[in-house]
T-cell receptor
Framework: AQSVAQPEDQVNVAEGNPLTVKCTYS??????LFWYVQYPNRGLQFLLK??????LVKGSYGFEAEFNKSQTSFHLKKPSALVSDSALYFC?????????????FGAGTTVTVRA | SQTIHQWPATLVQPVGSPLSLECTVE??????LYWYRQAAGRGLQLLFY??????ISSEVPQNLSASRPQDRQFILSSKKLLLSDSGFYLC??????????FGPGTRLTVL
């Protein structure tokens, strides 16, 4: 079984401050992990993924995420947030031991960056 | 490069009417295809996925069905819509890289 938890429904930060969106996962085997962003009335956009290798993954729009196996976490970070980063963010996981390509998504975290 | 299209973008339908939403992918072959529903701008619910032509797996028993008549075409249907079918419907595809790429979505309102 695979699942993802995003413990915060909402994150509010000031422009220019660091942004962190939390994600923890649960899998039987090893995880593939993903972050997506969704703007209002739009589809999800892929930001970054962790498959293997370096625990720090860099993605689109200046975002990065750190894989922590001991804490089963994959938090999304941005050193300096922009107002345009305000959106809904989803974490997703796929268990490598599964036989299908389905992803399990978290419930989403709404990020608001104030000017 | 690959692109994914969905239409229509918005749809308002009366209860009891039929539904057909279409999704097509360009620039790739034999993709895995997925239909999701998103209610109230929050979590995603996987409805159907397909690993090949004519191969459909249903995740949640409900009023909807899916078909894949061609390699890069995925259709979501209903014979009679319910009020609870309202939502934002997203199609996605994936290849060997495991990440899924989403279409622009269809906003369905059932009145």
């Amino acid at each position: 079984a695979q699942s993802v938890a995003q413990p915060e429904d909402q994150v509010n930060v000031a422009e220019g401050n660091p942004l962190t969106v939390k994600c923890t996962y649960s899998v039987s085997g090893n995880p593939y992990l993903f972050w997506y962003v969704q703007y209002p009335n739009r589809g999800l956009q892929f930001l970054l993924k962790y498959i293997t290798g370096d625990n720090l993954v860099k993605g689109s729009y200046g975002f990065e995420a750190e894989f922590n196996k001991s804490q089963t976490s994959f938090h999304l970070k941005k050193p300096s947030a922009l107002v345009s980063d305000s959106a809904l963010y989803f974490c997703a996981v796929r268990d490598l031991s599964s036989n299908d390509y389905k992803l399990s998504f978290g419930a989403g975290t709404t990020v608001t960056v104030r000017a | 490069s690959q692109t994914i299209h969905q239409w229509p973008a918005t749809l308002v339908q009366p209860v009891g009417s039929p539904l057909s939403l279409e999704c097509t992918v360009e620039g790739t072959s034999n993709p895995n295809l997925y239909w999701y529903r998103q209610a109230a701008g929050r979590g995603l619910q996987l409805l159907f996925y397909s690993v090949g032509i004519g191969q459909i797996s249903s995740e949640v028993p409900q009023n909807l069905s899916a078909s894949r008549p061609q390699d890069r075409q995925f259709i979501l249907s209903s014979k009679k819509l319910l009020l609870s079918d309202s939502g934002f419907y997203l199609c996605a595809w994936s290849g060997t890289g495991n990440e899924q790429f989403f279409g622009p979505g269809t906003r369905l309102t059932v009145l």
